[in-house]
């Protein structure tokens, strides 16, 4: 469990394999829990309703919840800059603390771990309809308008390695001008700038 909790900023023994591991079980449980709970959803919905519970803001969530920032070992660098709170970083160590546990306890005794930290936010499903991401939003907003599908540009990353921002420029004939958004990854960025233009659209 030590290794789970280890940043790469820490050393190399660090948890970025045990995370590798336990975004495989996570995504498993969360997919045969959602099959189970809902028979007659087709697979675009059953998708959706995946995306929103293994997003990184979820672990992120769920990682908050246990207090994994306190547990977390990190380098000099991540600890000045509050590494412990960040999304990305609580995010990682959760599948990482997944994986650990499946590795020594094995899938039967991981999945009622899981079952324990997801079944309140796997409940909620039932009543709340998941959203569509911003690009989906945008791309259904400009077909049922018989206009040209969006146009997304990788602008640039800033940042230290270890920590990047994207930044994505989105063109779309609902409006003059490009659009920027911001993200830990290109997708992130793509979803923040479809969301600039649809606040603008949708206002």
Request: charged residues 30%; hydrophobic residues 40%.
């Amino acid at each position: 469990m030590r290794a789970a909790l280890t940043h790469r900023s820490a050393g190399a023994d660090n948890n970025e394999r045990l995370e590798f591991l336990g975004d495989a079980v996570l995504n498993l449980f969360i997919t045969q829990a959602l099959f189970d709970r809902f028979p007659e959803k087709d697979e675009g919905h059953l998708t959706r309703r995946r995306a929103a519970l293994v997003r990184r803001e979820a672990l992120a969530r769920i990682a908050r919840q246990l207090e994994l920032g306190d547990l977390l070992k990190l380098g000099e660098g991540e600890l000045k800059s509050g590494g412990g709170r960040r999304d990305s970083i609580l995010a990682n160590a959760l599948e990482a603390v997944i994986g650990a546990v499946y590795l020594d306890a094995g899938f039967a005794a991981c999945t009622n771990t899981l079952h324990r930290l997801y079944g309140t936010m796997i409940a909620e499903q039932d009543s709340d309809e998941i959203a569509k991401d911003p690009k989906t939003r945008l791309q259904e907003y400009l077909q049922a308008r018989r206009m040209p599908l969006p146009i997304y540009r990788l602008k640039g990353m800033e940042g230290e390695a270890h920590q990047q921002t994207f930044v994505v420029e989105c063109e779309t004939a609902a409006l003059s001008g490009a659009w920027q958004g911001r993200g830990g990854n290109r997708r992130a960025a793509e979803q923040a700038a479809a969301e600039q233009i649809l606040s603008h659209l949708e206002a």
